[in-house]
């Protein structure tokens, strides 16, 4: 069996380890961020380390899973590693919902670490 | 009502051109890619420009009309912009379906060109 490119097995690794972390103690994620981070959650912007950990402890869920359908990963031209993920989650008893996020992994200083990050809801205003 | 910043207005008009020239005539996209482009496409790679636009123009439709519900656009550390896509397509007389795609962007020359691009139908496998 081929070995997967570097940049799928760097993408993979931190996917696996972002929605393990999300979904047991989400607070463990803040490692992943640096001050100059990005994250844009459902259409709302937050910049920094602090400002991201402080919108994912406030979301208001006590349980929650997520099920990864699909998953993409590129390098890109600045050395950085592109992910995509879409797939469902489950909040408290809530209905199942499909779910888009996608991830740019920097390395500094031999830590890969996310510098940018965004997620949506796939939920579509049907107009007819 | 303020300025929006500018990776914004910059990701927002390529999403645009993006899915006016794909709804159009998608052979025609091959101006945003280069050589060293990558496309994934419902899982299946793509590099350069070439063979991007081959995998566009082999699409097994003859009509399509994408409707973008929600974008989003982030600036990087490496001054590239980050654009997000949720939305729903329709090709031919199928069924609308979701779909979602992301781009990166880059500054080249003075050309915003599309370095990553990723493509992905809506679908989950109820288990």
Not at chain 1, 83 to 111: P, R, Y
Not at chain 2, 30 to 36: F, K, Q
Not at chain 2, 39 to 58: D, H, M, N
Request: aromatic letters at 10%; hydrophobic letters at 40%; proline letters at 4%.
């Amino acid at each position: 069996m081929a070995e997967k490119p570097v940049w799928e097995q760097i993408g993979t690794g931190f996917v696996q380890h972002y929605y393990q972390q999300f979904d047991t103690n989400r607070m463990n994620l803040a490692d992943i961020y640096t001050d100059s981070s990005c994250l844009t959650w459902e259409g709302e912007g937050f910049q920094g380390k602090n400002a991201i950990m402080g919108k994912l402890s406030s979301l208001p869920f006590k349980t929650i899973q997520h099920s990864i359908t699909a998953q993409d990963h590129q390098p890109t031209p600045d050395s950085c590693v592109l992910s995509m993920v879409v797939g469902q989650l489950k909040a408290d008893e809530d209905q199942v919902m499909g779910f888009h996020q996608m991830f740019l992994l920097k390395n500094i200083d031999n830590k890969w670490i996310c510098s940018n990050d965004v997620f949506r809801l796939a939920l579509h205003n049907f107009g007819q | 009502m303020g300025d929006r910043p500018i990776w914004e207005q910059i990701g927002s008009s390529f999403v645009q051109h993006y899915y006016q020239v794909f709804d159009t005539d998608r052979t025609q996209l091959g101006a945003i890619y280069t050589g060293e482009s990558c496309l994934t496409w419902e899982g299946q790679q793509f590099q350069g420009k070439a063979a991007i636009v081959e995998k566009l123009s082999s699409l097994p439709f003859t009509k399509i009309a994408h409707s973008i519900t929600a974008q989003d656009h982030q600036p990087t550390p490496d001054s590239c912009i980050l654009s997000m896509v949720v939305g729903q397509l329709k090709a031919d007389e199928d069924p609308i379906m979701g779909f979602h795609q992301i781009f990166l962007l880059k500054n080249i020359n003075d050309a915003w060109v599309c370095t990553n691009d990723m493509f992905r139908l809506a679908l989950h496998n109820f288990g």
